[in-house]
C-alpha cells in the first residue's frame, strides 16, 4: 500500500486541508486532539489550552485558491472573543476563490455575523456543526465552555433559513442517544449528518488533564455504549438513510471501505 492509498482519518476524511491562526480553545473539551498534540509538542499546557492565542503569521498567509474544500478551524473553534479576526480572515479566503468547510460548536452570535457577512459568498461555504447530544448536561460535562444544545440548534436553523448549505458531526457522539439529534435537526440539513465514536478516549482524557475517577467512568460508559454490536446496531438502523454518513470509526466496525482519498467527505 503506498502512501497515496492509505486510509484517511479525521479531518481529513472532510477535507484535503485546513486553516488555523489560534492556538487554544477556550471551549475546552475533554477529549480534544488538538489539544492533546499541543500538549504532547509542547506548544500548550493541561491548563493554558483554554487561553486563545494569535499565530499573526499564519493568520496573516495570504491562502490562494485551492482545489477542494479547506476546513477551517480544524484546531481551535470560532468564538466570540475572536470574532472579528475570523470575518476578516473568511473575507479573505472566500475572497480567493476557496471553498470553505466551517467546523464549529456553533456560537449563535458567531454564525449569524458570518452568515450576515458572506451572502455572496454562499456557493463557497458548507457549515459543520458539531453537536454529539441534545442533552445539556452531557454537553457541559464533555464540552465545559462551549454553547448548549439549544444556542446550537438556534445557529444551525439562521444558516438553514439563510440558504447556506448546512451539515451536523456528532463525533464524538456523547451518548446512546443519537437518534434524538438527528430526529430534531434533519429538517434542517442540507448536506449530511456525520455519525462516529470518540476516538481514544482514557488516553486523551490523561493527555489533557482530565483523567480523574468521574471522568474515567464517563469515558468506561461511552465506550461500553459504543461497543461493536452498538455500533452494528445503530449502522442497520440508518444505513439506507442518505443523510446519513460514518466515520471511519464506525466504517472499521461495520466493514465499510474507509476512504484512501482526503477530503473525499463520503
Ligand atoms: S471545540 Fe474543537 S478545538 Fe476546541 S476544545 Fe473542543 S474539540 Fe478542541
Redesign the pocket.
Known amino acids: 500500500m503506498t502512501n497515496k492509498e492509505k486510509p484517511v482519518f479525521g479531518t481529513t476524511e472532510w477535507a484535503a486541508s485546513n486553516v488555523n491562526y489560534l492556538k487554544g480553545?477556550s471551549?475546552?473539551?475533554k477529549?480534544?486532539?488538538?489539544?492533546e498534540m499541543a500538549i504532547r509538542f509542547k506548544r500548550k499546557t493541561p491548563e493554558n489550552?483554554k487561553e486563545e492565542e494569535i499565530n499573526w503569521e499564519a493568520y496573516n498567509k495570504n491562502v490562494k485558491q485551492r482545489e477542494g474544500y479547506i476546513m477551517f478551524p480544524s484546531?481551535?473553534?470560532i468564538t466570540p472573543q475572536h470574532l472579528d479576526l475570523a470575518i476578516d480572515f473568511l473575507k479573505r479566503l472566500l475572497g480567493n476563490g476557496n471553498k470553505v468547510l466551517i467546523v464549529s460548536?456553533p456560537s449563535f452570535e458567531c454564525i449569524k455575523r458570518i452568515c450576515d457577512s458572506f451572502a455572496d459568498y454562499k456557493d463557497q461555504i458548507l457549515f459543520r456543526f458539531?453537536i454529539g447530544s441534545t442533552n445539556n448536561k452531557t454537553l457541559k460535562f464533555w464540552?465545559p465552555n462551549?454553547p448548549d444544545y439549544n444556542e446550537r440548534k438556534k445557529a444551525l436553523v439562521y444558516a438553514f433559513e439563510a440558504g447556506y448549505q448546512t451539515s451536523i458531526s456528532c463525533e464524538p457522539m456523547l451518548d446512546d442517544k443519537i437518534d434524538k439529534v438527528i430526529e430534531d435537526l434533519s429538517q434542517y440539513v442540507t448536506d449530511a449528518i456525520w455519525l462516529g465514536k470518540m476516538n481514544f478516549a482514557i488516553r486523551r482524557l490523561r493527555t489533557n488533564g482530565h483523567l480523574d475517577a468521574e471522568n474515567q467512568a464517563a469515558a468506561e460508559q461511552l465506550l461500553e455504549w459504543q461497543n461493536d454490536a452498538a455500533i452494528k446496531q445503530l449502522y442497520n438502523k440508518y444505513k439506507d438513510n442518505p443523510q446519513i454518513k460514518w466515520k471511519e470509526s464506525i466504517k472499521k466496525v461495520v466493514g465499510l471501505e474507509v476512504s484512501t482519498i482526503k477530503g473525499e467527505d463520503k
Do not use: R
Open positions: 480553545c471551549n475546552d473539551c477529549y480534544c486532539f488538538s489539544k489550552w484546531t481551535h473553534d460548536k458539531t464540552e462551549a
